[in-house]
């Protein structure tokens, strides 16, 4: 390969990102941070036009091929997840076909130390990134330009060379953020059209995890972005009227100064009225300072996820995995606080790693449901680089891809999981995602775990079973999903979709269903009573499809009991909370309107969606007003 000759005209670059999302836009930040390295060197300021072309999931590859066609790009670049890539692959042929001079380049984190792979598999694609890439991105732009340097001496790249794939000497992380230009240095597109803006103070990670990549740079020093820089960066995402930010930061509060970056985050809120919303990986044995970060997230009115990354109870799962227990009491303990303080906090757990059996995963499950509001259960994937997918003869790990649509390699079996205990296994996650995941019966599943004694794991199982005797068509297709991710062995992304639009569509029927599924597993008239108002409870929260636009609305569900009060208290202190006497109780819920754009997201909205409580008021017996 060569390069193109220089002709003085400018160097068209198209930087393309493709959403694993279909209604909720993500900021673009790894091609915004490309286009900010190549506006920052001074020599091709004058000689390269950059444009982000940034797309939801579900567009057509027409559409995409044709806007990338119109900017005429010599050099286009695609930043590559595991969600996208497949895609690309089917859009690159077509690029090349409508642009064949042009230099066609795939970067990104799944993309990395992986060039032979993907080079072997799209011979369209004349280059690979492995690492970071805004230096990587200029030094092409120069050699495209000016012919200098040569492609072999660019760091970090894996290309064709005549007939071979060659790769070249491995390019260093950058050591500070001072050399890497900020993508949020002014206003731009991607910001005013974006619901969740990406968002990194350090780059870098001190742990190890077998199950994790993070671009490479596990292990590894943290890098720090400047406070004064973050400070600017906050400040335009403000300004934009950004409602939310993910923080892309491996382990938040890691660092002293993590607290006055929280400060600087509800500074801003006060401020601009943005970000009302901050999602966070939170660092792993820090809990005093997690604490003191909440409180100031609290304190501004910035809401946030506070979830424990446990992944495993099995001791021998977490060594294999790379972890310790470094930390956990002290986190465990902020948990509890947060909790009786009347806050919400959950715990992950990954079901299918190395060393952990089914039953070891069904008995975390069970011990960690009533110690928290909220459990976030994964399947494993096997990403490219990790420890997992270098050393799989070590865990016996064979491995599959079923879906074409994205690049996921998922779990067949291990040495501690037969394929058996992986589809029941894969069930329980299911029918956890359908029950508490959606938030479809996640406080009556307590009541049944309290009142009516049956563990979480065998309310999951007796869900599905109980699906497997009925008729009617909600039941029939969330039975297909169990009878697909069954068949599969893997659970498919738009699993997720499929159960949300079953259950958001028609309310009424999700609560007949819930109602009847109670009725057939408790016995004692009270508590079956108790369950069945809880069913009421939460299927009135679920976010209403119903309300596509305009102001939000209030409807008013009326109780035997304050089921609000009890709903509250079986999250918080389950084992303590006794069947109620019967108070009528009205309780009012707003719902807000706009659901109906994200009822088939894949990833749960439906938090933000739901009803909120407004107030609940006993109501009271003709008896008590006669007198």
Not at 117 to 140: A, C, F, H, K
Not at 162 to 177: D, K
Not at 219 to 240: D, M, N, P, V, W
Not at 329 to 339: D, G, S
Request: hydrophobic share 40%; net charge negative; aromatic share 8%.
């Amino acid at each position: 390969m060569s390069a193109t000759a220089p002709d003085h005209r400018r160097l068209r670059i198209s930087l393309v990102d493709l959403s694993g999302e279909t209604t909720v836009r993500y900021t673009p930040l790894g091609a915004m941070y490309l286009r900010a390295a190549l506006e920052s060197d001074p020599t091709l300021a004058d000689s390269t036009t950059t444009t982000i072309h940034s797309y939801l999931a579900g567009i057509s590859l027409a559409r995409i091929a044709e806007q990338i066609a119109e900017a005429s790009p010599g050099l286009i670049g695609f930043s590559c997840q595991g969600w996208n890539i497949a895609i690309y692959r089917q859009l690159i042929p077509t690029l090349r076909q409508l642009l064949p001079n042009a230099t066609i380049v795939l970067g990104g984190n799944h993309v990395t130390d992986q060039g032979v792979r993907w080079l072997s598999q799209i011979p369209e694609v004349d280059i690979v990134v492995n690492g970071e890439g805004e230096q990587t991105i200029t030094d092409l732009a120069h050699w495209l330009i000016d012919e200098q340097p040569q492609l072999a001496d660019i760091a970090g790249i894996t290309f064709r060379d005549g007939g071979q794939l060659t790769s070249s000497a491995s390019r260093p992380r950058a050591r500070s953020f001072d050399e890497i230009p900020s993508p949020y240095r002014a206003p731009s597109p991607e910001l005013t059209t974006a619901d969740v803006a990406l968002w990194e103070t350090n780059r870098g990670c001190p742990y190890h995890c077998s199950f994790c990549f993070w671009g490479g740079a596990v292990g590894q020093k943290l890098s720090k972005a400047e406070l004064t820089r973050l400070r600017h960066e906050l400040t335009t995402i403000a300004e934009a009227g950004v409602p939310a930010i993910f923080l892309c930061d491996a382990n938040f509060g890691i660092l002293p100064r993590d607290v006055q970056i929280a400060e600087m985050v509800a500074e801003m809120r006060q401020k601009y009225g943005t970000p009302h919303t901050l999602h966070v990986n939170w660092a792993k044995n820090h809990a005093s300072r997690v604490e003191e970060i909440l409180e100031v997230l609290h304190a501004g009115g910035v809401s946030t996820n506070v979830y424990l990354a446990l992944q495993t109870l099995s001791r021998q799962a977490l060594t294999l995995a790379g972890r310790d227990e470094r930390g956990r009491p002290e986190m465990l303990q902020l948990a509890r606080h947060i909790v009786d303080a009347g806050g919400e906090v959950g715990a992950e757990l990954i079901f299918g790693l190395p060393g952990e059996t089914l039953e070891d995963f069904r008995n975390a499950y069970d011990q960690l449901y009533l110690q928290f509001p909220k459990l976030l259960v994964h399947p494993l994937w096997v990403l490219p680089n990790t420890t997992y997918d270098t050393n799989r003869d070590q865990f016996g790990l064979v491995t599959l891809r079923p879906d074409s649509t994205v690049d996921y390699e998922g779990v067949l079996e291990h040495h501690t999981l037969p394929r058996k205990d992986n589809q029941a296994g894969l069930s329980l996650l299911l029918a956890d995602e359908i029950l508490t995941g959606t938030g479809y019966a996640r406080t009556t599943m307590r009541g049944l775990a309290v009142w009516a004694a049956m563990a979480p794991t065998q309310t999951l199982d007796e869900f599905r079973a109980f699906l497997a005797g009925r008729t009617d068509q909600m039941a029939k297709q969330l039975a297909d999903a169990f009878d697909y991710v069954d068949a599969e062995c893997y659970f498919h992304r738009h699993v997720r979709s499929t159960i949300r639009r079953t259950l958001f569509t028609d309310r009424t029927q999700s609560a007949q269903l819930l109602t009847d599924f109670v009725t057939s597993v408790v016995n004692d008239a009270t508590v079956r009573a108790a369950c069945h108002e809880l069913v009421r409870y939460d299927t009135a929260l679920l976010p209403r499809t119903d309300l596509d636009d305009g102001a939000p609305v209030d409807e008013v569900l009326r109780t035997t009991f304050n089921v609000h009060a009890i709903a509250t208290r079986l999250l918080r202190t389950p084992t303590d909370t006794p069947v109620p006497p019967d108070s009528t109780t009205a309780i009012r819920i707003r719902h807000r309107a706009g659901f109906a754009r994200h009822a088939s997201d894949a990833i749960d909205l439906a938090e933000q969606w739901r009803g909120q409580v407004i107030d609940a008021t006993p109501v009271p017996s003709i008896r008590s007003s006669q007198s």
